[in-house]
């Protein structure tokens, strides 16, 4: 025989079984201890809200043009770590080396960080040079201090974004793997965080390329970008996105000389996956002739095999194979030479 149990169940005004709960008095000191522990909280995060305003602001104030004026370009010392000679296979942070014979020397600078602008966090970065000895690309990583690259990611993230234009084919706009344009969102940065851009990488380029004159550009375009496909033309990666290009301003015109006005433009990127913050610097030769004339060539020197150009360098190859879903770009900005 398997006897029922029964259960009764209490309530505060007495269950239909008759149960009840019992009331303790909660102490008053408990009160008290409840009271000071939020009290306390609140303080804490008053506390701290304040001394990230503050933190914020102090990082906002204006550039002070002494910033960074004690730099000395000649207490740098820069290494050969590769050359054509190497027995091993060259290696460039970030990138992958596809045509090695194209390189002559890799080479490694290192500063003191004491003569950088304050907002700098690159004590050294190195430089890529062409078979002609020209340079091709540099690499500097941390490019920001470590407080610096926080308060711009949290500045952009809660800024408002506009979604990028993207430019269909001019002959075929039915194809949405046609076009151009930037993938996602883009937000033109504050002066002064643009101004932290150019006075962090003045002293790179004062080392590499004395001659180039950053104040001299014709303009200067700093950006944040967030990638997303979601917001493009049937949602795809155009296959200009998957391989390198030039982005051209086209509305700056010409100079009398017929060549397009130097100018520099960067994206910040605003992943807290890296240690910290990184930047390239693509140095274009400058031949003297129209880019109207030496744009088709710019882009097969590229590497490009976009399956929309009868004139491409790679026929062979299909774009959308060699770059695939779902992350393309993550191939494409690993792209090098």
């Known amino acids: 025989m398997v006897k029922k149990s029964s259960s009764?169940?209490?309530?505060?005004?007495?269950?239909?079984?008759?149960?009840?709960?019992?009331?303790?008095?909660v102490p008053l000191w408990s009160v008290a201890l409840v009271a000071a522990v939020a009290a306390g909280a609140y303080g804490y995060r008053a506390m701290?809200?304040?001394?990230?305003?503050?933190?914020?602001?102090?990082?906002?104030?204006p550039w002070d043009p002494a910033d960074g004026a004690d730099f000395d370009a000649g207490s740098a010392q820069s290494t050969v770590v590769w050359h054509n000679e190497s027995e091993a296979a060259p290696e460039f942070p970030a990138s992958l080396v596809l045509l090695?014979?194209?390189?002559?020397?890799?080479?490694?600078?290192?500063v003191s960080p004491a003569g950088l602008p304050a907002d700098c966090g690159w004590s050294q970065f190195y430089t890529a040079y062409d078979r002609h000895g020209d340079v091709l690309l540099i690499s500097i990583d941390r490019f920001f201090a470590p407080a610096v690259a926080a308060h711009l990611?949290?500045?952009?993230?809660?800024?408002?974004?506009?979604?990028?234009?993207?430019?269909?084919?001019?002959?075929?706009?039915?194809?949405?793997y046609k076009g151009n344009g930037f993938p996602g969102l883009r937000l033109d940065t504050a002066p002064r965080d643009a101004r932290r851009v150019t006075e962090c990488a003045r002293p790179v380029l004062a080392l590499v390329d004395p001659g180039f004159d950053l104040d001299a550009l014709h303009t200067i375009q700093t950006m944040f970008g967030?990638?997303?496909?979601?917001?493009?033309?049937?949602?795809?990666?155009?296959?200009?996105?998957r391989m390198p290009h030039n982005d051209v301003r086209w509305d700056l015109g010409v100079l009398p000389d017929k060549t397009v006005p130097a100018s520099y433009a960067s994206v910040l990127g605003l992943t807290d996956q890296f240690d910290n913050s990184g930047t390239g610097l693509f140095l274009e030769?400058?031949?003297?002739?129209?880019?109207?004339?030496?744009?088709?060539?710019?882009?097969?020197?590229?590497?490009?095999?976009?399956?929309?150009?009868?004139?491409?360098?790679?026929?062979?190859?299909?774009?959308?194979?060699?770059?695939?879903?779902?992350?393309?770009l993550a191939s494409v900005f690993s792209f090098f030479c």
């Open 153 to 176: 990611r949290r500045k952009a993230i809660g800024s408002a974004w506009a979604p990028a234009d993207i430019h269909p084919d001019n002959f075929d706009k039915e194809d949405v």
């Open 8 to 25: 009764k169940r209490a309530s505060g005004r007495g269950g239909r079984g008759g149960g009840s709960t019992l009331s303790l008095p």
């Open 100 to 110: 090695p014979e194209e390189l002559s020397k890799i080479v490694r600078t290192t």
């Open 226 to 241: 967030l990638v997303d496909k979601e917001l493009q033309p049937g949602r795809v990666w155009l296959d200009s996105q």
């Open 285 to 328: 030769k400058k031949s003297g002739l129209s880019l109207l004339k030496t744009l088709p060539m710019n882009e097969e020197a590229q590497g490009n095999f976009n399956p929309h150009m009868d004139g491409r360098l790679h026929k062979e190859l299909f774009i959308r194979t060699e770059v695939p879903d779902p992350r393309p």
């Open 48 to 61: 701290r809200d304040a001394a990230e305003a503050a933190a914020a602001a102090a990082l906002d104030a």
